[in-house]
Nanobody, 128 residues
Framework: QVRLVESGGGLVHAGGSLRLSCAVS????????MGWFRQAPGKERDFVAA????????YYADSVKGRFTISRDNAKNTVSLQMNILKPEDTAVYYC?????????????????????WGQGTQVTVSS
């Protein structure tokens, strides 16, 4: 059974930082493209970042580029999202997702349907 468990969410002031982690079990991380998505209240779930199975390729939504960094540790089967210079508009539930190892071109890479397994999410709240 594949399981993704996010952690590291919380409440932070604008300008602060948080580091989210996603622990993966039941699936080989080195055979998975990994992504982070987020869903703000009343809004659709949006793509945040993705990293290829080897870690050699990354892609970010324009809204987080330069502030967020996605990384992976295949030996530990974990994926992380370092979030710096947080803004109130970053407030959302953040989800980790695992997909096919192929590094799809856009827009497929940022499409939820390309990811087969999802975590339950972790809440990030940024106060102004």
């Amino acid at each position: 059974q594949v399981r993704l468990v996010e952690s590291g969410g919380g409440l932070v002031h604008a300008g602060g930082s948080l580091r989210l982690s996603c622990a993966v079990s039941g699936r080989t991380l080195s055979s998975s493209t990994m992504g982070w998505f987020r869903q703000a209240p009343g809004k659709e779930r949006d793509f945040v970042a993705a990293i290829s199975s080897s870690g050699g390729n990354t892609y970010y939504a324009d809204s987080v580029k330069g502030r967020f960094t996605i990384s992976r540790d295949n030996a530990k089967n974990t994926v992380s999202l370092q979030m710096n210079i947080l803004k109130p508009e970053d407030t959302a539930v953040y989800y980790c997702a695992a997909g096919h190892p192929r590094w799809y071109p856009l827009p497929a890479l940022a499409t939820q349907a390309r990811y087969e397994n999802w975590g339950q999410g972790t809440q990030v709240t940024v106060s102004s």
